[in-house]
């Protein structure tokens, strides 16, 4: 895990170096945001499920960087005041509170064509059938019908009373749609048979409900210097979570519950699939 | 033109259908900003373009809906308070206007990750190669490097007294990218030879100085009511453009001469550039 840190870090800070003129506010502010604190949770999904069918590690950190970029652009805009309105990201001043809020739409928008640029690059893969099949589901999983669509149901949802129903909906697409691609994207780079392919993502539908479960037991529980963002905003706002809808010992049998089930939709990688059951295991366990 | 007008907005209505949920708030923003009103300049490029080499036109229109997606993303965001805090567009309340600032916020991002779905596809072109590179294209005009970079340079603008140099230069980002990805994609798509390549690039350059110009001029002159949006805001806010900088006789002298010179690029292609020819031309003397 500290390797892929360190290695997306480092294609950040190499790929994005200071253009010679006013440019380099934008880049500061895509850096400033993209670089150091994140756990690079999806890079690593990516790297792990490549991993299973031995794709090049080259391969599946740029298709990692590709889809931290999708990202971090969703968390600079999440962030902005007429979104969330928070303050803090990783411990740092969030990208509208260093620099502005004009700055932060802008380097949120240059993120996110910046990652369909690294994976469309013949660098991340030889074959370009494979490269555009990514960005196909890359594009589609960062939209309306994904993560951004997601995105509008949440700021919809502070107004009534969801229920379980609605916010599993909500998340499956919120968070669910970008966690499922990296699965999708190691596969596709290994031209996996679709029966493995049904597991993955019986996988990343049980990895992604988990994730955010944990999430919201330690935005309810949590330390904010340890969180290095502001937490119980949700609560505050009077917004439905899913420890809010079941409780804190419920949810947690539950997030546990789905990290079984995430485990047994590995049965057929054996041995193999030991980085995905560890990932399964420290998303639900970590303590930021 | 009309014939491209109509099939963007058909196709953006068909392929931006009402989810049953929620999240048909965000498609109607989408299409409220996408459907409508445009001079659709970019799909026509494309279009045209593509047309010397024979491609067929379905392609060209995905091409163009495409590149579409991406302006109409940029003008969203442009619009939003933070930017340029614009209360009219094509005639119509800006989408944060129409809805809130959030929403515009997802309807810009949702329409640039569709412009790289739709390009991605399948139905775009027949040869993943291609596809692939007009992603990588598109993404590299759209981002930092390119458009957004641009728009970070006006914004920065403000403040200073900016030369016609540094003018020409962040319009050469800020439209000039996205004119000239137009050219390159019906070069790309029909195979055109590195020679032809080049003078496409200077018809893209000199387009893209010309259209801005134009702009500058309606901007100073025009009526605002036919423009469908603010004039004079730039004047207001002391911010240089090619009017202020040159007057409005030399202005339009010097478009009239990148006209002349954006119609030179074209003479390797003879009579079938006539569409090119033809777009520079209403580009220059458009009255919106």
Redesign the interface.
Known sequence: MRRTQADIDLLFETL?PD?D???R???RA?RHAAVGGGKRLRPLLVEACAGLFDVPRSSALRAGLAVECIHV??LI?DD?P??DDDDLRHGKPTVHRAY????A??A???L??????I???PATHP???I???L??E???A????GM??G???D??ASGGMPDLDSIS?LQRLKTGALIGWCLEAGAIMGAAPAELRTGLRGYAQCLGLAFQIADDLLDNQGDEAKAGKRLRKDEDQGKATFVSLLGAERARRQADMLVEQAIAHLHAFGERSRLLREIVEFAVRRDR
């Open positions: 994005l253009p003129d006013a440019r506010r934008l880049y895509m652009h969703s805009h902005l007429c979104m502005d809020e004009a700055t739409v802008l949120g928008d240059a996110l064509a910046f990652g369909f640029e994976l469309s690059d074959s370009a059938e490269r555009c099949e960005v196909r890359l594009a589609a960062a939209g309306a019908g951004a669509g995105q509008m149901l700021l919809l909906r």
